[in-house]
Nanobody, 125 residues
Framework: QVTLVESGGGLVQAGGSLRLSCAAS?????????MGWFRQAPGKEREFVAA????????FYTDSVKGRFTISRDNAKNTLYLQMNSLKPEDAAVYFC?????????????????WGQGTQVTVSS
């Protein structure tokens, strides 16, 4: 069984930065090709933020975070990161990392079978 544990959330002023981490563990983690970050604000649906192919390193972002967020991975540590710069109040949400065995449906949360517990990001204006 694969487990994902996020960390790094917190309160930051608009324009500030945070780095989220997602530590993955479990003997079957090697079968999950795609890792992604999603977020969910109160009253809204869970939305795609960014994804990375664990093997090929291909990167994908939603338009609203391009140029501000950077997704990366450390294969040796089985850890996923999300560097968030120039944060805006509308970025506030619970951020989840997730793992998928399917690469081409990277923005659809239905294709992610493993989820972390989430970490809260609050951005003050």
């Amino acid at each position: 069984q694969v487990t994902l544990v996020e960390s790094g959330g917190g309160l930051v002023q608009a324009g500030g930065s945070l780095r989220l981490s997602c530590a993955a563990s479990g003997p079957t983690f090697k079968y999950y090709e795609m890792m992604g970050w999603f977020r969910q604000a109160p009253g809204k649906e869970r939305e795609f933020v960014a994804a990375i192919s664990w093997i090929h390193g291909s990167l994908f972002y939603t338009d609203s975070v391009k140029g501000r967020f950077t997704i990366s991975r450390d294969n040796a540590k089985n850890t996923l990161y999300l560097q968030m710069n120039s944060l805006k109040p509308e970025d506030a949400a619970v951020y989840f990392c997730a793992a998928s065995r399917v690469q081409h449906m990277y923005s659809d949360p239905e294709w992610y079978g493993i989820w972390g517990q989430g970490t809260q990001v609050t951005v003050s204006s």
